[in-house]
């Protein structure tokens, strides 16, 4: 069975840096993404990682977030750096090609 759990998410202020955490069980994904979903907006794409480490950014995020893959390729992270309010939101790690989705871990930024 698969399962994707996210963590490491909390609530900083404007400025910091968190990193979350994927850890995926039940079998192994070389294509993995992160998504995120503010209150009253709808889900949005932040990042994708893909076999070879090519990896690509929504523009909101471009040159603060970092996605990454251990080389077992059981965890993928996100490191989130010089946060705002506006990233505040539930993020979601995901193999979208196969429609898996974690539970999601909150990130909140006060200013």
């Known amino acids: 069975q698969v399962r994707l759990l996210e963590s490491g998410g909390g609530l900083v202020q404007a400025g910091e840096s968190l990193r979350l955490s994927c850890l995926v069980s039940g079998s192994f994904f070389t294509d993995m993404a992160w998504y995120r979903q503010a209150p009253r907006k709808p889900r949005e794409f932040v990042a994708d990682?893909?076999?070879?480490?090519?990896?690509t950014y929504a523009d909101s995020v471009k040159g603060r977030f970092t996605i990454s893959k251990d080389i077992a390729g059981r965890t993928m992270y996100l490191q989130m750096d010089n946060l705002s309010p506006e990233d505040t939101a539930v993020y979601y790690c995901s193999v979208p090609d196969l429609d898996y989705w974690g539970q999601g871990t909150q990130v909140t930024v006060s200013s």
């Open positions: 990682i893909r076999s070879g480490g090519t990896t």
